[in-house]
């Protein structure tokens, strides 16, 4: 089973592929908040993925624009309600509010 490297915090979780980072995230215990992507606000769900980007699901054309509203967001953004693990490792850095 794939796992997920949370940080700042260096937490390790598994999850089953096709799961959100999102509950991923909440699963090793720590606290994001209700997520606000529905009500406009992206920056509680925005995540650098420093390793293996490319085993989760595609970026869908909604989170990219979701993601151009953002500031600060580069290559390695995405939203952690939107991206889905997929059969490999990754890394995601916690920004902002969400790095606790």
Known sequence: M???TIKPQD???EGA???TLREIITAAGIP???CTCAKGYFDNCHVF???GKKSLSK???EENEHLDAIVGVGSKSRLICEAKLGPENVTVELLGALSG
């Open 17 to 19: 592929e096709g799961t």
């Open 59 to 61: 970026a869908t054309r």
């Open 32 to 34: 994001l908040g209700a």
């Open 49 to 51: 993925v420093t390793e």
């Open 11 to 13: 937490k390790v979780q």
């Open 2 to 4: 794939p796992t997920v």
